[in-house]
C-alpha cells in the first residue's frame, strides 16, 4: 500500500486540547471567527543536541484536515458542558476547514526557529488543527530524527525498527514505524506498518520458540526446514559460543543453507560477533550474516563499528521508537499575522521574557541556498512571503547564535521549501509513497555538510532573516516594551 488510503484517515474532529473550543466559542461570539489568521509550526531545539531534525507526519496531517467533520454525538457532548452557545454549536455542524496550509515535505532536514508547517485560515478553523498539527508531526519528526541518528551511526549496514512492543500505544507503534523508515530504518517488525505504508516488515524467532522444543539444535533444524530460504536463528538462548552458533551451523549444513544470519540479542556483542565470524568462515559459511539487538542506539552502535565488530545488520527497539534519550520534539504552534477588513497582513509577535520563546511575526517562505559547486546545503533564508529576493546578487547570511559572524555566498542556488499543501480547503498537493520519502530524506541529508552530521558539537547551520523581516521583528519588539 501506498499509504495514502488506510484506517488513520479517520476523524479525529474532538482530539483538540479543551481550549481550542472555549476560543473557537469566543471567536464565535466577538466577530473574530472569520477574521485571516496566520499560524507557523516550529521548533525551538534539535533533539539530542544534533546538527538538524527531520520533517515527518504531513500525510496525517492531510488524512486529518480532509476528515474534519463534527457529529451529532460530537455537539451534544459540547452541550453538555454548558459553556458553549447554541449558535457556536449550531456553525459546528457545517464545520470544514477551508484555509490554506504549506508545508516542507516529509523528510526534508529542517531547523530550528524555521516555519516548517504555515496555515492560513479563518481564526476557528487556524485555531482548531492546532493541537492534531503539532501531536502527529511533533511525535513522527522525533522519531525519524533518532532514526537518521541510528542509521548514519550505522554505516550502511541495514537498521530495522524493533520497536513496537515498547511503544507508547498502537499510534506510537505504527507512525513511529513509519517515521523510522522514513529516517532511513530498512525494515520494521511491525506487521501492520507493512500492510497501511510499505515499510518492509522482518522477524525470525523469539527465544520462546528456542525453548518450545526439546533441543535448541530441534528448534533449529525446524525452523530451517520450514524457512530454508529466510533463516535466522537467535544463538542466545542458552550459551552463544558453546552451543547455540555449533547448533546454528549443524543445522544450516543439515539444510544446505549457505545464506541466512544469526542474531545475537545478549552479551557483549562486539567480542561476541567476533569470535560468531570466525567459527563460521572456519565452518566454510561467510554468507551466514550476523545481525545484533539488545538496547542499541547511535553511541553503542558507533562503539560497535569501531571497535572492529563483525555486524551486519542491527534490530533497534525502545531507544528508537521511543527516542529514549530526548523524548519530546518540543514543536509550538504560534499566531505570526492576521488580516484587516481590507486584506492587508498585520504582524503578530509574542514577546517572552525568555528570548527564545520570541516569536517572528508575518507571513513568511523559507529559501534553501545550496552551493553550485558541491550542491550541498549552505544555509537558510526566511523571507516575507511577498518578498522576492534577487538571487543573482551575493547574499550575506548572518549566524543565527553569534549575529556578529556572517558568511557570503556568490556561486549558490536558492529552493523554496514550503510547498502548498490545501487551498481554500482544498488538497493540492500529491503525497507521495513512504518509500518515496525515504529515498528523498537520504537525499536531502547527503546535501549536508558532514560538520552538520556530528553527533557532539555539530557546526551551527545559518537560518537567517531577510532584512525586510529582521527590521519588522524589530520594530515590533521596540513597539511592546
Known sequence: MNGKNNFWAENYTMLFDFYELTMGNGYFNSGKAHQISYFDMFFRDIPDGGGFAIAAGLQQVIDYIENLRFTEEDIDFLRSKGCFTEEFLNYLRTFRFTGDIWAVPEGTPIF?????????????????????????VNHQSLIATKANRIVRAACGKPVSEFGSRRAQGTAGAILGARAAYIGGASS??????DQLYGVPASGTMAHSWVQMFDTEYEAFDTYCRIYPDSATLLVDTYNVLKSGIPNAIKAFKAHGIEKGGIRIDSGDIAYLSRKARKMLDEAGMPGIKIIVSNSLDEYIIRDLMQQDAKIDAFGVGERM??????PVFGGVYKLVAVEDSEGKVIPKIKISENAGKITTPHFKKVYRIFEKDTGKANA???????????????????????TWKRKTYENYEAKELLLPIFKD???????????EIRNYCAGEVAKLWDEVKRFENPHTYYVDLSENLWQIKQDLLGGKR
Do not use: W
Not at 188 to 193: D, G, N, S, W
Not at 321 to 326: G, V
Not at 425 to 435: E, I, M, Q
Open 425 to 435: 480547503g482544498k488538497r493540492v498537493y500529491d503525497s507521495p509513497t513512504t518509500a
Open 112 to 136: 530550528p526557529k524555521e516555519p516548517i508547517l504555515v496555515v492560513r485560515a479563518p481564526a476557528i478553523e487556524a485555531q482548531f488543527v492546532e493541537t492534531f498539527i503539532l501531536l502527529t
Open 321 to 326: 521508537i521511543t527516542s529514549k534519550s530526548t
Open 188 to 193: 520494521t517488525a511491525c506487521a501492520i506498518a
Open 380 to 402: 537558510d533564508l526566511i523571507c516575507l512571503a511577498s518578498e522576492t529576493p534577487d538571487f543573482t546578487k551575493p547574499l550575506t547570511i548572518f549566524d543565527p547564535v553569534y
